[in-house]
């Protein structure tokens, strides 16, 4: 069965202005701690720690007794599973994260496009994809209003399923030791601060 690629959503003025104000929050974030709650599409769900610095950089480390690592970096994307003794490296800027820790956001520069924009009491929601790159998948960005703060993702991968990670505890921080965002086989978690 083909898939089909979303088409680009025609914003109104309203759109236009959310859009705008929503670059601007995201190319104002340098650095951030947080903690996480993620859930797969098979609805289980894990916890940890999340450290995030533009431009590129994301580190996440899943609470015990769950050694699963994931470390964004120098133009990678490392996933390290210690139960298969696997770690998978993807260029970053062929994921949907790839787009939310860019050097410069731009939900609406040719590499990027706006599938869908929900607005809700509290919340507003931006479904982007890359340019061409549809099936890589997409990334929904969720905002809680007054004031713009960015609480949740979605992504949707290539293979349709869903990873939705939602954020509490943050913090600003910043900037981090450039160790945080490099994975050697000799990488053990980081357990304290932010």
């Known amino acids: ?5 979303p088409q680009p959503l025609t914003l109104t003025a ?6 705008a104000q929503v670059e601007t929050y995201l190319n104002d974030q340098k650095g951030l701690t947080a903690n996480f709650l993620q859930v797969a599409s098979d609805g ?18 899943y609470d015990p007794p769950d050694k699963q690592l994931l470390v964004a970096g120098f133009g990678l994307l490392v996933y390290h599973d210690p139960q298969l003794d696997q770690t998978t490296n993807i260029p970053l800027e062929s994921t949907p994260l790839g787009i939310l820790l860019a050097r410069h956001v731009d939900l609406t520069s040719g590499n990027v496009v706006i599938t869908n924009i929900q607005q809700q009491p509290g ?37 349709g ?4 990670v939602s954020l509490y505890n943050v913090k600003p921080g910043g900037p ?11 990488s053990t978690p980081i357990s304290s601060g932010g």
Do not use: C, H
């Open 14 to 19: 309203a759109d236009q202005a959310l859009v």
């Open 1 to 5: 069965m083909a898939q089909t690629t």
């Open 44 to 61: 289980s769900t894990r916890t940890g720690k999340a450290w995030l610095q533009r431009p590129e950089k994301m580190r996440f480390e």
């Open 161 to 164: 399923r869903q990873t939705r």
């Open 176 to 186: 981090y030791p450039d160790s945080l965002f490099e994975y050697g086989n000799g």
């Open 123 to 159: 919340e507003d929601d931006i479904t982007v994809i890359r340019k061409g790159k549809a099936a890589a998948g997409s990334l929904t960005l969720v905002f809680s209003t007054n004031p713009l703060e960015l609480r949740q993702w979605v992504v949707n991968d290539a293979q």
